[in-house]
């Protein structure tokens, strides 16, 4: 059950097959590839001791060598630790710390700011630039190691947008059947020609890296580090039939990039990680097509595998089912099942409200070092998502929030997102952000983020009647900030946290737009 054997299988049948490429130039082939991966691997074991199950951290912005450390890893019979490249040096740190890594892989830069708070069971940190590297690449290849479908593959590290990330042990098995699911629900005709990693490969990127990898598909850098549309599209002319995955937030700035100029778009663009407003989505499907885009709502307990959303669904034409399904994050994926539940984890009635669970082979085998928050989380074998949504009779999960992004207010429920599916609708507005916050008389009160071009557009009084236009008085927000920009992780997440953090700084609040423009996040 290795996922290494995937590779392997992939040099043996496709060994002249592009497999990684720099922008438009090809690197190496899968014959290449998995040669380099096997004398990698050997290079590891022998810095493992040939113990299995070493954990190794991966530090890397996403860069060809990328692949190669990853596979090479299972390849050893060793565990992937992915970290986030932007993190600070010290968060870093702690989950290198926190997950007892051996090895740290890195590119240059990460490299050298992590000597500074190297933890004390870090052995070897390598730079997958230096001739340290190149020299491993030299040792004699090595078959893949023998793993059980319960052995950990990855260990995932939550965003940390309400606290601190918690490491998430993903197994082979779990991670075969997500790639299951990728063939049957979000990309099942195919062809599978190219992946483009605009999206951080210590993420969802990277695990879409699998099933690319059984199917002998390219793997596609880009050259610009950082997520830029007009790349996206000139990686897609020159890739024919290439797959994305890509946060809302990215999708929204390739709209934007789309309408200045024609472009090719990728085959596919499927979207997750974050919510997916009905207006964007009526946006991307007037640029890009329906046949274009597929939705996933998973997380990293249960990696890119809980729903989706696939193109016939995005193609639907009446207008009243449009906003329905658009509004929701599709129906379970092939190999789970999904439910909505009360506190006491049974099943609710169609429409009720209550917490998402999903059940299958997708779901992790537990959070590392850390048996209480495990306990918690997978209860009779439901991953309790701490997500709040409701499920139509014919099994359409529409998300509402975070459960403790909640807000009551004078004893009734107030959920951000349906907040925030009414701001954006506004011409002057082009994000949002919803929170609540602590009031004597009604417990909580709602309060709106804004960014927005002309801040000269908008008052109070225009704000509310646009509120209310589409929903009750008691959900319009009580208060309004104006803001230059939402603060974000580097996947694309607004982090609620922060901007609730901001909100405990303002004294004496009066029911007036501020204009918060010097607020830097």
Not at 417 to 430: A, F, M, Q
Not at 448 to 466: G, K, P, Q
Request: aromatic share 6%.
């Amino acid at each position: 059950m290795n996922l290494a054997v995937f590779l392997d299988r992939a040099r043996r049948l496709h060994p002249t097959r592009p497999a990684v490429a720099l922008g438009k130039k090809v690197l190496t082939n899968y014959e290449q590839l998995g040669e380099k991966v096997a004398r990698l691997a050997s290079a590891i074991s022998s810095l493992a001791g040939g113990e299995k199950g070493v954990h190794v951290g991966l530090l890397m912005e996403n860069t060809p060598a990328y692949l190669e450390v990853l596979f090479a890893c299972w390849h050893a019979g060793c565990v992937a630790v992915p970290i986030n490249s932007k993190l600070h040096p010290k968060e870093s740190a702690h989950i290198l710390s926190e997950s007892k890594s051996l090895l740290c892989f890195a590119t240059e830069a990460a490299a050298e700011q992590i000597e500074s708070h190297r933890p004390s069971s870090l052995s070897y940190v390598i730079d997958v630039e230096s001739a340290d590297y190149k020299q491993m690449l030299t040792s004699c290849e090595a078959p893949p190691e023998s793993r059980d479908p319960g052995d950990p593959a990855w260990i995932f590290y939550t965003s940390g947008t309400t606290g601190s990330p918690k490491g998430a042990i993903l197994t082979h098995e779990n991670l075969t059947a997500m790639s299951a699911c990728y063939f049957l629900d979000i990309d099942p005709r195919g062809p599978w020609d190219a992946i483009l990693h605009v999206a951080p490969m210590s993420h969802g990127s990277g695990l879409y890296s699998i099933p690319f990898v059984i199917k002998a598909g390219c793997h596609v850098i880009p050259e610009i580090k950082s997520f830029n549309a007009d790349q996206v599209f000139a990686l897609s002319t020159s890739w024919k039939n290439s797959v994305i995955f890509a946060a809302p937030t990215m999708v929204k700035r390739m709209v934007t990039a789309r309408r200045q100029k024609p472009a090719e778009n990728p085959r596919l663009i499927i979207y997750g990680g974050g919510p997916m407003y009905v207006s964007d989505c009526r946006d991307a499907i007037e640029l890009f097509g329906a046949n274009c885009l597929v939705q996933l709502y998973g997380q990293g307990e249960s990696p890119m595998t809980i729903t989706h959303l696939p193109p016939s669904l995005h193609a639907v034409a009446d207008e009243s089912a449009l906003s329905s399904i658009l509004g929701s994050v599709g129906t379970a994926q092939s190999l789970v099942q999904v439910k909505v539940a009360g506190e006491d984890g049974i099943g609710l009635a169609p429409g009720e409200v209550g917490e998402v669970l999903v059940k299958g082979p997708t779901v992790m085998k537990g959070y590392l070092n850390n048996p209480q928050a495990t306990e918690s989380a997978i209860q009779d074998g439901w991953l309790r998502t701490g997500d709040h949504g409701a499920m139509d009779q014919t099994g359409f999960l529409t998300l509402m929030d975070r459960r403790h992004d909640l807000i009551i207010s004078g004893g009734t429920n107030i959920y951000p997102r349906e907040v925030e599916e009414t701001l954006i609708k506004h011409e002057e507005i082009s994000e949002v952000a919803v929170i609540g916050k602590p009031e004597k008389e009604w417990g909580e009160s709602v309060v709106a983020y804004l960014v927005c071009e002309d801040t000269a557009a908008l008052t109070i009084d225009s704000l509310d009647e646009f509120c209310m236009s589409s929903m009750a008085r008691f959900k319009r927000p009580r208060e309004y900030r104006l803001v230059k920009s939402l603060p974000k992780n580097s996947y694309g997440k607004v982090l609620k946290t922060a901007i609730r953090q901001l909100e405990t700084t303002l004294q004496n609040g009066v029911n007036k737009v501020l204009d918060l423009g010097e607020v830097r996040w």
